[in-house]
């Protein structure tokens, strides 16, 4: 089996047709289809993929057969011999039965949205965690497509260039594809656990957490790197970044904080894909501050925001003390960039400016800051007087008969796990 990513059994370069059927159904959903077709456009040249053609047709519904017309299929198969295409590539999920009749019909390989997406992600995992997490999806992807009747699993689950489970992973026994289901869920349950042990040893030290959120290219690894001076690989495409990475920050006022890069999201994002990507995910669930990075420059810039924030209601996070970040803000128009909101909560930045990321920084300390608070402490009551500077900064002190009373910027998440043995000056 081939491991380039641009090759098939062949070792022919992938060429694909694309293919969009905008129905009522799409329509009635808000999704945008001509910017759907778009974002298709570059995961297919994320894969290595040559695009040859779009085709785009409007129906009511899909066709339970071909999920696009008949008419249409012999003109995509047209349009596949003019080109000299090898694959066809749909921007909706297809049934098993609807592969196999195109794939009858056509002789190419056809792939949908979904299985794009797990292609690429196949090739990006480098983590354990990562590699199980997508395996675990493309065969719960697979599974229900298994027509039991002999289907070519190693063309069905090839994806682009047949990476992905293919004939060595997967046999024709439901029971075996089952079984190894369930073993990937046993590891990863594993990896999961060890995941859980790490935060809660990072929470008892008191280290608070950060969490990196946004639509994928926002440019939340560059900004990564640029805070941590981390060497998170970053590369002007969709899904660059895949696995997790966990960096030291180093806050303005000397603070030291964890940072976390998480997985990009994007529309559609397939659900099996979600699930098995939570124990990943959950990293913003667990952290105290969510920085959600945006992509002030592209033309969708507001449907990814919603994407963004629809996939963290999923997670149960929404709530999260949360600031949006406007990245790439020397990209975007003055004017677009003028219409956006500031002030508390709100940052227009280029993760290449210094002085943005200051102003980052600053923003978070600011966030975290529970504001100015007064203590008045006992002068032999050293272990009181430990806390105190585990809860903030002191800015201010001074001997008051047998007290010290300080003035001190709290830290909010900071005085929550060590503030209980303190009571505030006056409160």
Not at 78 to 101: C, H, M, P, W, Y
Not at 201 to 230: F, H
Not at 374 to 399: S, W
């Amino acid at each position: 089996m081939s491991n380039s990513l641009h090759e098939t059994k062949q070792n022919t370069p992938d060429v694909a047709v694309l293919v969009s059927l905008v129905t009522s159904e799409v329509k009635r959903s808000g999704i945008d289809p001509s910017y759907s077709l778009d974002e298709l456009v570059q995961l297919a040249e994320t894969a290595g993929v040559e695009v040859a053609e779009i085709m785009v047709q409007n129906k009511d519904k899909p066709d339970f057969r071909w999920f696009i017309g008949k008419g249409k299929v012999e003109e995509l198969r047209t349009i596949i011999e003019e080109k000299g295409a090898n694959t066809a590539i749909f921007d909706q999920e297809l049934s098993g039965a609807q592969v196999r009749n195109l794939e009858q019909q056509l002789d190419v390989k056809i792939i949908d949205r979904t299985q794009l997406i797990l292609d690429i992600f196949a090739q990006r995992a480098k983590t354990r965690e990562g590699i199980i997490q997508v395996e675990l999806a493309q065969l719960t992807y697979l599974l229900p497509r298994l027509s039991g009747q002999g289907v070519n699993l190693s063309r069905l689950g090839g994806g682009i260039g047949t990476r992905g489970p293919g004939e060595s992973k997967l046999e024709t026994d439901r029971r075996h594809i089952r079984r190894r289901i369930a073993e990937l869920k046993r590891q990863l349950s594993e990896v999961t656990r060890h995941r859980k042990l790490h935060r809660a040893r990072r929470k008892e030290t008191g280290v608070v957490q950060i969490a990196l959120v946004g639509y994928t290219n926002a440019g939340k690894s560059t900004l990564l790197n640029a805070l941590t001076a981390a060497d998170v690989y970053v590369e002007d495409q969709l899904f660059a970044t895949l696995d997790p990475t966990t960096r030291i920050w180093e806050l303005a006022n000397g603070k030291e904080v964890v940072l976390t890069d998480t997985v990009g999201f994007i529309q559609n994002l397939p659900h099996d894909l979600v699930a098995a990507f939570r124990a990943t995910l959950e990293e913003a669930g667990e952290a105290d501050l969510i920085l959600h990075i945006v992509d002030v420059a592209s033309p969708m810039r507001d449907e990814q925001m919603a994407v963004v924030e629809a996939i963290l209601h999923d997670l149960g996070v929404e709530g999260k003390p949360q600031i949006v970040l406007f990245n790439k803000k020397d990209l975007c128009e003055p004017e677009r960039l003028e219409m956006l909101p500031s002030g508390n909560g709100y940052l227009k930045i280029s993760a290449f400016d210094p002085d943005d990321l200051n102003r980052v920084s600053v923003a978070v300390q600011k966030q975290l800051s529970g504001g100015t608070r007064m203590f008045r402490i006992p002068a032999e009551r050293g272990d009181l007087t430990a806390a105190l500077y585990r809860i903030g900064n002191v800015v201010k002190q001074q001997l008051d008969d047998n007290d010290m009373i300080y003035e001190v910027v709290v830290n909010e998440v900071d005085f929550d796990k060590y503030g209980y043995v303190l009571t505030p000056f006056g409160e």
